[in-house]
């Protein structure tokens, strides 16, 4: 069953603008991962938050996981032309041996 | 180059052909995965090895069968594919707990004709 849903499903920003990308899940996992997706390519790892931490940073990445809301959202900050991608939560739950991804919010920045 | 190789990058093939993709790691890492991602669908899991075994089969169809030799190699066999097969087929590998996050290749898109 699906794990993760991103929210909005597509976001458009100018150059420069915050982009805030949010995350639901419905079970309880061991930790959440963000990746980002350039068209057609492979996924890339971003920034990996466990279950027992309530923020992260990583360079302009913002990452924050609220367990009792089954939520966590993603901040790119001063954003770039080069952050347009796709960007996916994937929730890893204890003891499955697999992530879960939802289904992405598409990011377009523009110059 | 992310340290994961999938070949080959793109593929068509009639639904009588029998072809497979690769996929390798020389991480060290000693899971590797199989997922599909299809347009305005959410990345499905295939099949996940562990330690060289299947320890995941996700209701996939026997037209495709994976193969994984040894921990940096991982085969998906192909067969009597159908065109809602079509789609781009990601390979990941990990530690085995998963708790550093996958590396993903660049994926195969495959167009079945």
């Known amino acids: 069953s699906q794990q993760g849903e991103e929210d909005p499903q597509a976001l458009s920003i100018q150059e420069g603008e915050n982009a805030t990308m949010n995350c639901s899940y419905k079970?309880?996992?061991?930790?959440l991962q963000w990746y980002r997706q350039n068209s057609g390519r492979g996924l890339v790892h971003l920034i990996l938050?466990?279950?027992?931490?309530r923020e992260k940073h990583s360079g302009r990445l913002r990452v924050t996981l609220d367990t009792s809301k089954k939520s966590s959202s993603l901040l790119i900050t001063a954003s770039r032309a080069a952050d347009t991608a796709s960007y996916f939560c994937?929730?890893?739950?204890?003891?499955?041996?697999?992530?879960?991804f939802g289904q992405g919010t598409r990011l377009t920045i523009n110059p | 180059e992310t340290g994961v190789t999938q070949t080959p990058r793109h593929l068509v093939m009639g639904m009588t052909n029998k072809k497979s993709l690769k996929c390798e790691q020389h991480?060290?890492?000693?899971?590797m995965y199989w997922y599909k991602q299809s347009a305005k669908k959410p990345l499905e899991l295939m099949f996940v090895?562990?330690?060289?075994?299947?320890?995941e089969n996700n209701s996939v169809p026997s037209r495709f069968s994976p193969e994984c030799p040894n921990s940096s190699h991982l085969f998906l066999h192909l067969h009597t594919l159908q065109p809602e097969d079509s789609a781009l087929y990601l390979c990941?590998?990990?530690?085995?707990?998963?708790?550093?996050?996958?590396?993903f290749g660049s994926g195969t898109r495959l167009t079945v004709v």
């Open positions: 990941a590998s990990s530690h085995s707990t998963g708790a550093y996050g996958y590396t």
């Open positions: 079970t309880s996992i061991n930790n």
């Open positions: 938050i466990r279950s027992n931490e």
């Open positions: 994937a929730t890893d739950a204890w003891g499955a041996q697999k992530l879960v």
């Open positions: 991480l060290g890492h000693n899971a």
């Open positions: 090895y562990s330690l060289e075994e299947r320890v």
